[in-house]
């Protein structure tokens, strides 16, 4: 092997001491080694090669002479000297790989198990076990407004990567603040809500920022029809976060778990649209909402060994026809609309000033405002229940308005008309009620009592074909032939009605837990399942105990012949509970 050096004796020593005479350290490795080792997770070996790069070996085989030198890059002579190949007059001719491979996989072992997937921390914001805030830069780490080196830092490795925008060196206040500018950019669109929708927009770009370091992360679906200035919106954007944002038209999670891997940086999607078949544009749905918690996807090999992927992105989706959302994504996300533009205004597209340290500017001060998140995050969630949000929206929409707050300061908000001092006023802006994205998010037993309701039965009258609900609707009035009528009626999908002498709780809606006739009204739902068997009970059982009912005493009821254990609906509780809700 003969490849140029600058230093050609660097093969013969080093600091005084001759190829192959030296002293190994704790882990079995030569002093200085360019290459560092972090542990083994199953076969994998994690490594960081010579400029600071995360480098995974899942194969004993894949450690040959090429790879070895990818490892050591412009240390190539490192290699002749540690692991020297003599001739036999004593010349160092080469090095030899084999032992390269040993020490390296020696010092692994010694090392211990290493969990890539949640101690390796690629481009983004983070924090530390104390609550600090770390900005992977690329080159360079950003703690408490100091640079530093990449590498383990608190028992996490940051490997080096492309190199992003650094925050301003100094504190960005009064006019040098460019929140307020880009509020009055984002201002511009026709927004269906004007005096939220901007300010939730700007908290997605703060949030964009933060990434992994915030405690949730919620993504935001843009809606819109053409020609309403969707694109120009999003290239505002790419130039806000300006390297620091994953923008794809890739509407495959595979392609953007390829993508992001261990960054915590905002993803951008855009024509995320519906589908005939929604499989893959859901699958990118459920992407970002594990990544909103920070939970772990698993996916298999070409190998067939499965590999570990957490995603910690918040995620901006936009489209004119959006795929029909299940509650728990749009309980992670915000859903804003923009309708067309102003004709006098279309031809004038928004600018930033001195547009390329708009995003500097901002993540200082964000970095800056790092230490107040919390306790005006808790502030937000605090004036979000009090508009009737669950938990999961104070998540979402405390996040935003927390983000949004720290970009443009409690002077600008004052000025403007934004309570600092008592945010309850945020709590009916923002009322659970009020938004769109909650029509559709209803609790799951809900939700399958509803489907349940609504699914049709054999059962014809007036030359139309009858649904469960609409033939319990025939009860209301009725006489006791009436009553059996219907209960005949519901038999032909196995299910049941009983009466109050039964129930103690006035008449109720008798599902079995397990049932031909049943499954057939929830089959292709998330409720069905295989054969007779689904999960309707389980979904229905979720319920207020005043509504549902599977008390041992009463939940056992033959019908067409075969005893059956049942869940029991209060008909005329679920009717009040619908009108309070």
């Known amino acids: 092997m003969s490849r140029p050096h600058a230093d050609p004796d660097a093969r013969h020593h080093r600091d005084g001491y001759p190829a192959g005479d030296w002293e190994p350290d704790d882990l079995g490795l030569p002093p200085d080694c360019p290459v560092q080792v972090l542990g083994m997770d199953g076969d994998a070996m994690h490594l960081v090669d010579a400029i600071g790069q995360l480098a995974t070996v899942t194969n004993p085989n894949q450690m040959g002479q090429g790879y070895i030198q990818r490892l050591f890059g412009d240390r190539q002579n490192y290699l002749y000297w540690a692991w020297p190949r003599h ?56 703690i408490k407004g100091e640079l530093h080196e990449t590498g383990e830092v608190g028992g996490y490795f940051y490997p080096r990567r492309p190199k992003l925008p650094r925050p301003s060196e100094e504190r960005v206040d009064g006019d040098m603040n460019p929140g307020p500018q880009l509020f009055e950019v984002l201002q511009t669109w026709n927004w269906t809500r004007p005096e939220v929708d901007p300010f939730l927009f700007m908290g997605w770009i703060g949030a964009g920022f933060l990434g992994g370091a915030l405690p949730w992360r919620p993504s935001m679906f843009l809606v819109g029809d053409k020609a309403v ?10 130039t806000v976060f300006g390297g620091g944002l994953v923008s794809t038209p890739d509407t495959s999670a595979a392609g953007i778990y390829q993508r992001i891997k261990q960054d915590s940086l905002p993803v951008a999607v855009d024509e995320l649209e519906a589908e005939a078949d929604n499989s ?41 026809n959006p795929p029909p959302l299940p509650p728990q994504d749009l309980s992670r996300l915000a859903v804003i609309s923009i309708g067309k533009l102003d004709p006098e205004k279309s031809s004038k597209p928004p600018l930033l ?23 005006l995050y808790e502030a937000y969630r605090e004036a979000l229940k009090s508009g009737g949000h669950d938990g999961r929206g104070q998540d979402t929409y405390g996040i935003f308005l927390t983000c949004a707050h720290l970009m443009l300061g409690d ?25 769109p994205e ?25 030359g139309e074909r009858h649904n469960v609900g609409g033939l319990l609707e025939d009860l209301e009035g009725g006489s ?30 008798v599902v079995p837990n397990k049932a031909s006739g049943v499954a057939s009204l929830f089959r292709d739902t998330p409720w069905g399942g295989p054969g007779d068997d689904g999960v309707w009970s389980t979904a229905l059982r979720q319920g207020p105990p005043d509504i549902v009912l ?14 059956r254990r049942c869940t029991l609906i209060s008909l005329k509780e679920f009717d009040r509970y619908c009108l309070e809700n």
């Open 87 to 142: 001739d036999k007059d004593g010349q160092v001719v080469g090095w030899k790989a084999d032992k390269v491979r040993e020490v390296l996989y020696t010092a692994a072992a010694r090392k211990g198990v290493y969990n890539s997937v949640e101690r390796v921390r690629g481009l983004g914001a983070w924090t530390d076990d104390h609550g600090e805030l770390v900005l992977h830069l690329g080159n360079a780490l950003w």
């Open 229 to 238: 200035g969707k694109s120009t919106l999003q290239d505002v954007v790419q």
């Open 480 to 509: 006791v032939l009436d009553f059996e009528r219907v209960r005949k009626q519901l038999a032909s999908v196995d299910l049941w009605l009983a009466d109050n002498k039964k129930t103690g709780q006035g008449m109720c809606l």
């Open 411 to 435: 002077d600008w908000l004052e000025d403007n008309g934004y309570p600092i001092e008592n945010l309850a006023s945020w709590g009916q802006l923002l009322s659970a009620s009020s938004l």
């Open 353 to 375: 000033m001195d547009a390329t340290t708009v995003g500097p500017r901002l993540l200082r001060r964000l970095a800056d405002g790092w230490p107040q998140f919390h306790v």
């Open 280 to 320: 893959k544009v859901m699958a990118v749905v459920k992407l970002a909402r594990l990544a909103a918690s920070g939970g772990v996807m698993l996916r298999g090999g070409s190998d067939h060994a499965g590999t570990s992927f957490q995603a910690r992105s918040t995620f901006l989706f936009s489209a004119i």
């Open 550 to 563: 599977h008390d041992k005493a009463i939940n056992k009821f033959k019908i067409n012949g075969v005893q």
């Open 438 to 462: 909650r029509e559709n998010a209803r609790e799951n037993w809900r939700a399958c009592l509803e489907h349940l309701l609504s699914a049709r039965v054999d059962v014809w009258r007036n």
